[in-house]
């Protein structure tokens, strides 16, 4: 009979080969009836879908929300999965008394820069704290590049929307190359293009400071390619989620938590 602790251990046992991605959306229904106005926050990445679901479940009280502050929460697990109406891949809805929506899904994208989980000694016993991932080179938090269609064509509000993560890396100098590659190739097909690096056209760039690309096809469809942090740098911005954490007295809760 082998003996199993003689057998070679695997060095990439602890690299995961997905990355599964907590995606906030909150659609401004106060202000625009239409759907049309919403903000994205990546809140950060675990390195399993059991423990990104976990705290998919819990993220809205993670960043101060308390349970009176929705008309409606519902959470995937406890409904049949043909009776859910907020969409593939969200497991918490939230309807503020407020009026705001709030959606928590899931993305996921491969681990292209190898990261690797925590050791179970350095994570917490709850089910959202496993698959943690230890990043190097001191980095507190992933940089993402996300995605975001405008079909203007299908709905002239803006409603018709659709957000991808396309990656998550380290260094925001790799995001920002990341992000000018998300359209390059189709660059032909675009009647307009614009890009822009990290710094420039500061102040005058007429998107968002975390749009790195915004491009227009002939039928109306809008892209813009963003690099984003989680919500405890986004907050630095005034961003819709500072005025929620405001709001709801939980700045200070907001700005400094780190959930990647």
């Not at 089910?127 to 590049?145: I, N």
């Not at 203007?152 to 409603?159: H, K, L, Q």
Request: hydrophobic share 35%; aromatic share 8%.
């Amino acid at each position: 009979m082998s003996d199993s602790s003689m057998l070679p251990m695997d060095i990439n046992s602890d690299i995961p080969e997905d990355l599964f991605h907590i995606l906030l959306t909150v659609v401004d229904l106060k202000r625009d009836t239409s759907g049309g106005t919403r903000s994205h926050f990546v809140l950060g990445t675990r390195g399993t879908l059991r423990a990104a679901k976990a705290y998919s479940i819990i993220a809205l009280r993670r960043l101060g929300f308390h349970d009176d502050d929705f008309a409606q929460f519902d959470i995937r697990p406890s409904v049949e999965l043909e009776q859910w109406p907020h969409g593939e891949g969200v497991i918490t809805y939230a309807r503020a008394v407020s009026g705001e929506e709030f959606l928590v899904s899931i993305d996921t994208t491969p681990n292209n820069e190898s990261l690797r989980l925590k050791s179970s000694s350095h994570m917490g016993n709850e089910a959202e704290d496993e698959g943690t991932l230890r990043l190097p080179d001191g980095a507190q938090f992933l940089h993402y590049v996300v995605q975001t269609t405008i079909d203007y064509n299908s709905d002239r509000s803006g409603s018709a929307q659709t957000v991808e993560i396309e990656g998550a890396y380290v260094h925001r100098a790799d995001a920002w190359t990341a992000a000018h590659q998300c359209l390059s190739d189709e660059r032909e097909n675009f009647v307009e293009y614009d890009s822009r690096g990290d710094v420039e056209f500061f102040g005058e760039w007429p998107f968002d400071e975390d749009v790195a690309v915004h491009a227009v096809t002939e039928t109306g469809q809008n892209y813009f390619v963003a690099v984003k942090a989680p919500p405890h740098e986004v907050v630095k911005h005034g961003t819709e989620l500072r005025m929620a954490a405001e709001q709801h007295e939980i700045g200070d809760a907001v700005k400094y938590q780190t959930v990647c």
